[in-house]
């Protein structure tokens, strides 16, 4: 294939995603092989498609992007972390703001605000927002008879608690297992472990297993798109070993290799673990997933 210089004169994504892909220049060219990569991985009927992503973005606009990819059913199941939810019902509620990442960390913390990378949490839109709400719908839970539940059945309960912005209420909605295997990390979390001091409230982080090996072993085929590292990261591509590997895999991530980290690990790794098909259609893209999942949603979406 010819390198091509970008004429961009258009408005549309698709095709500026398109050129990158024949531009030639280096992370550009990346970005169009994960938009086909993506595209293909969708379009396949026969494939479990997992979405995994950290709870950071989740702070940020990038909220809405996965919101309306769950919502446009384009994955199966998601994995993630306790700080989605967290985030999620957050953000639901109240509001987070721009802030920078120069900002003085002490006054901040004088004025009740914490910050995340650029972005301003007012305290009391986080950690006594979720307490609240979280205590009442624990113990409409409870009342119900449902104090023994896994993490995807406990978001799927959080989804119908929340409003059509929120990424668990769609995942809720339309039957899409949300996965937290470290639930414990978080706000939501701790609100659960307090609760459970003085109430009968158990999450049960083998019925997800349970679960999770249902879905990968009846799955023909399996693929990822993969924000980012960490548990979320190998909870989907650890799970999917037990069916001889991924069949298509999209990683965007912002660490480096040199360190041996899940997270700066690159997605041809994990073929040597058995965790990825050594043929099957993968890329890592090296950036910002605020930058870079717009831009293919974007792309794939049209």
Known sequence: MKVKDLDIGTDSTKELVRQLRSSGGFTARKVGDAAEVLQRMLRDRNSLNFLSFPADIVATGTRGVIRDMVKDRWFGAVMTTCGTIDHDIARSFGDYYHGSFDADDAKLREKGIHRLGNVFVPQKNYGPLIESKMTAWLEDLSSHGKNDLSTS??????????????????????????????????????????????????????????????????????????????????????????????????????????????????????????????????????????????????????
């Open 153 to 302: 059945e406990l978001c799927a309960e959080i989804g119908k608690r929340l409003g059509k912005g929120s990424i668990l209420y769609w995942a809720s909605r339309n039957g899409i297992p949300v996965f937290v295997p470290g639930i414990t990390d978080g706000a939501v979390g701790y609100q659960i472990w307090q609760y459970s001091q003085s109430h009968r409230f158990r999450v049960d982080v083998l019925k997800d297993e349970q679960r999770l090996a249902d879905m990968v072993f009846e799955a023909k085929r399996a693929g990822a798109l993969i924000l980012g590292g960490g548990i979320s990261k190998h909870h989907v591509i650890w799970w999917n070993a037990f069916r001889g590997g991924l069949d298509y895999a999209v990683y965007i991530t912002t660490a480096q290799e040199f360190d041996g980290s899940l997270s700066g690990a690159r997605m041809k790794e994990a073929i040597s673990w058995g965790k990825l098909k050594p043929r099957a259609p993968q890329v890592t893209v090296e950036g910002d997933a605020t930058v870079l999942l717009p831009l293919l949603y974007a792309a794939v979406r049209a």
